[in-house]
């Protein structure tokens, strides 16, 4: 019995199927993963640009894509890849610390227009900017995605143990920030 | 949904605020960027792998009629002998340094002038007083060679090196008592110049 991802996979390698296919797995999985990348790089324009990088190395490598991983956590894979990509790229033109980047993203999220710093789901993200990279990835993912621990060390290979201290840190310093704030 | 449940279990445990917050983003999309991202998307993707070709064909169909073999000529060959130049690596030049066998050589050069010097000067000492000469002067002829005034010149010459006569100090003589020397037998004076003879001639002897 094939799951219907691996459903959608044999009908993309079908070249009468392979638009037919890839449109309705775009649509499954865009808005997750924009919301995934979107937590990482904040701005719309730049999480629009990263899902859309995302989605044409889908196009170009789904062909090759083997049945002996989930197709889920392939696609995190290449989008939390290409956030950081992103991320990597923008740190190197701007030559900023890491406390400087934090307060970056601290003002990106002030600057919405919908801001609202009395709410805790602001406070939240404002929160989460102070976290690392990583810890910020495994966060994002266990809380928002509720991904269980072994897939996400296929995404970010790492171990299960080591995401699940990360996630135990993180959620620890977002509740302090809170509380704080 | 099971480990949903789970996870939502475990956050609760770990922070009670965070597990109560609503997990909706407050932020915002523009509007209706979903409904057709997809299409937009197969475009986008489509055209990311646009054969080499069909995108030529697209922007200028004539040059997909050309063959794209090289026109330039090769030396015969070429590849048939072509061989990777082996990188040389760049010669270690050693800074000069002062080899052991170089102090050495320079001690054995020191210590042999040093040796020669000293040769060269004692054989000359040694040439300088030649007593075979001087054994074969006929002395007294050649004092008679020599003038009275050169013969007062070296005894002024000797007596002023030496000393005068009164620097030599006069041998102490015990004043002789008269009457005491009468007292003295014959034997007691031949025993007395005996011995003082017996001194002389060891003197002499010595």
């Given at each position: 019995?094939?799951?219907?991802?691996?459903?959608?996979?044999l009908?993309?390698?079908t070249?009468?199927?392979?638009?037919a296919?890839?449109?309705?797995?775009?649509?499954?999985?865009?808005?997750?993963l924009?919301?995934?990348?979107?937590?990482m790089?904040?701005?719309?324009?730049?999480a629009?640009?990263v899902?859309?990088n995302?989605?044409i190395?889908?196009?170009k490598?789904?062909?090759?894509?083997?049945?002996d991983?989930?197709?889920?956590?392939?696609?995190?894979?290449i989008?939390t890849?290409?956030?950081?990509?992103?991320?990597?790229?923008?740190?190197?033109?701007?030559?900023?610390?890491?406390d400087e980047?934090?307060?970056?993203f601290?003002?990106k999220i002030?600057?919405?227009?919908?801001f609202?710093?009395?709410?805790?789901?602001?406070?939240?993200?404002?929160?989460?900017?102070q976290l690392?990279?990583?810890?910020?990835l495994?966060?994002?993912?266990?809380?928002?995605?509720?991904?269980?621990?072994?897939e996400m060390s296929?995404?970010?290979?790492?171990?299960?143990?080591a995401?699940?201290?990360?996630?135990?840190?993180?959620?620890?310093?977002i509740e302090?920030?809170i509380i704080?704030? | 949904?099971e480990?949903?449940?789970?996870i939502?279990s475990?956050?609760?445990e770990?922070s009670?605020?965070l597990?109560?917050?609503s997990?909706?983003?407050?932020?915002?999309?523009?509007l209706?960027?979903?409904d057709?991202?997809?299409?937009?998307?197969?475009?986008?993707?489509?055209?990311?792998?646009?054969s080499?070709e069909?995108e030529?064909d697209?922007i200028?169909?004539?040059?997909?009629?050309?063959?794209?073999r090289?026109?330039?000529?090769?030396?015969?060959?070429?590849?048939?002998?072509?061989?990777i130049?082996?990188k040389?690596?760049?010669a270690?030049?050693?800074?000069?340094?002062?080899?052991?066998?170089m102090s050495?050589?320079a001690?054995?050069?020191?210590?042999g002038?040093?040796?020669?010097?000293g040769?060269?000067?004692?054989?000359?000492?040694?040439k300088s007083?030649?007593?075979?000469y001087?054994?074969?002067i006929?002395?007294?002829?050649a004092?008679?060679?020599?003038t009275?005034d050169?013969?007062q010149?070296?005894?002024?010459?000797?007596?002023?090196?030496?000393?005068?006569?009164?620097?030599t100090?006069?041998e102490?003589?015990?004043?002789?008592?008269?009457g005491?020397?009468?007292q003295?037998?014959?034997?007691?004076l031949?025993?007395y110049?005996?011995?003082?003879?017996d001194?002389?001639?060891?003197?002499?002897?010595s």
């Open positions: 019995m094939l799951s219907k991802d691996q459903e959608l996979v009908q993309f390698k070249a009468a199927n392979k638009d296919a890839y449109t309705i797995l775009v649509k499954k999985y865009q808005e997750k924009y919301w995934h990348i979107r937590r790089v904040v701005e719309h324009e730049d629009n640009d899902l859309q995302t989605f190395k889908v196009w490598g789904l062909e090759n894509f083997r049945d991983s989930q197709l889920y956590t392939w696609l995190y894979r989008a890849n290409e956030s950081l990509s992103f991320l990597d790229q923008r740190k190197r033109k701007s030559a900023i610390q890491f980047i934090a307060r970056d601290g003002n002030k600057a919405d227009s919908h609202d710093a009395n709410q805790l789901e602001w406070k939240l993200q404002l929160a989460i900017q690392p990279e990583k810890q910020r495994v966060f994002n993912l266990r809380y928002f995605d509720e991904m269980p621990y072994e296929k995404v970010l290979d790492t171990s299960a143990g995401l699940k201290a990360s996630y135990h840190h993180a959620a620890k310093k302090e920030f704080n704030s | 949904m480990e949903n449940k789970h939502n475990a956050l609760n770990l009670p605020l597990e109560g917050i997990k909706t983003m407050p932020q915002t999309v523009p209706g960027y979903f057709s991202f997809a299409d937009k998307m197969l475009i986008l993707a489509k055209n990311s792998s646009i080499v069909a030529l697209s200028a169909p004539l040059l997909n009629t050309i063959a794209k090289p026109v330039q000529s090769l030396p015969e060959g070429y590849f048939k002998d072509f061989q130049a082996q040389q690596e760049t270690i030049v050693r800074m000069p340094r002062l080899r052991k066998w050495y050589a001690a054995a050069m020191i210590a002038i040093l040796i020669t010097a040769f060269i000067f004692n054989n000359n000492n040694s007083f030649d007593y075979a001087y054994s074969k006929d002395v007294p002829a004092l008679n060679q020599v009275d050169e013969l010149n070296y005894l002024n010459t000797t007596a002023l090196l030496s000393g005068t006569e009164q620097l100090i006069p102490e003589v015990e004043n002789i008592d008269q005491n020397f009468q003295i037998s014959d034997d007691e031949n025993e110049l005996k011995e003082i003879g001194s002389k001639i060891n003197q002499k002897g």
